[in-house]
């Protein structure tokens, strides 16, 4: 099956800086979507990009999907930004299954 | 975006009980939803998938048997741990999707088998 990973696995930062977490996927892809996990555990979808580049706010994405990776930015973080940010794509043969990369843990420092 | 509600969001059971989960979605339709397990500090695992009105598709390695799933309407799937052990005890989470869009997760159930 379809394989995800991200990087980096762990991001420590001070507020007010900007970062750049990254997903690489290993076929293509019908869905990928950016989920933000809370300390009770509910994910927060933050985008649903197969492709192409979206802003919301101080977060942004980018998906290409011909060379199989996809970002996402944040800038100016806020201590409220901290949790685990997941990477998730459903393969063309997937089945509307989406598989999870192992998540980036982000720490911002006040 | 859409709202999938999960109940309940925690439960402790005794060892050999079972423990039923429900996932609805609230505002939508849900052709498929799914059902993953996330250990601590670990990412989500797929564990079936369940589409309305047919059988459960299990991932492998997932007991079916212990794992009892049930996807009776459009807006409601339950997750039923069968004579739950310690080693049960996970977060379980729902998504559900209309269709080839979007997925929406529920808030997770966090199971402590004693």
């Known amino acids: 099956g379809i394989q995800v990973e991200q990087s980096p696995p762990d991001l420590i930062l001070q507020e007010g800086a900007n970062s750049t977490l990254r997903c690489n996927f290993s076929?293509?892809?019908?869905?990928l979507q950016w989920f933000h996990q809370n300390p009770w555990g509910q994910l927060i979808n933050l985008f649903y990009?197969?492709?192409g580049t979206k802003q919301n706010g101080r977060l942004s994405a980018t998906t290409v999907a011909t060379e199989r990776y996809s970002l996402l930015y944040i800038s100016s973080s806020q201590t409220t930004d901290s949790g685990v940010y997941f990477c998730?794509?459903?393969?063309?043969?997937?089945?509307?299954?989406?598989?999870f990369g192992q998540g980036t843990r982000l720490t911002i420092n006040p | 975006g859409a709202v999938v509600s999960q109940h309940p969001s925690w439960v402790i059971c005794k060892s050999g009980t079972s423990v039923k989960i429900e996932c609805r979605s609230l505002?939508?339709?849900?052709?498929?939803m799914f059902w993953y397990r996330q250990f601590p500090k670990q990412s989500l695992m797929l564990m079936a998938t369940?589409?309305?009105?047919?059988?459960?598709?299990?991932e492998q390695g997932v007991e079916k048997d212990k794992f009892l799933i049930n996807h009776a309407s459009l807006t409601l799937s339950t997750l039923t741990v069968t004579s739950a052990h310690p080693e049960d005890s996970s977060f379980y989470i729902c998504?559900?999707?209309?269709?080839?869009?979007?997925?929406?997760f529920g808030q997770g159930t966090r199971l402590t088998v004693v």
């Open positions: 998504s559900a999707r209309d269709g080839f869009t979007e997925a929406f």
């Open positions: 076929d293509s892809v019908n869905n």
């Open positions: 990009i197969p492709s």
């Open positions: 998730a794509v459903e393969g063309i043969q997937g089945a509307q299954k989406l598989v």
């Open positions: 505002d939508f339709q849900a052709t498929t």
């Open positions: 369940s589409n309305e009105g047919s059988k459960a598709t299990y």
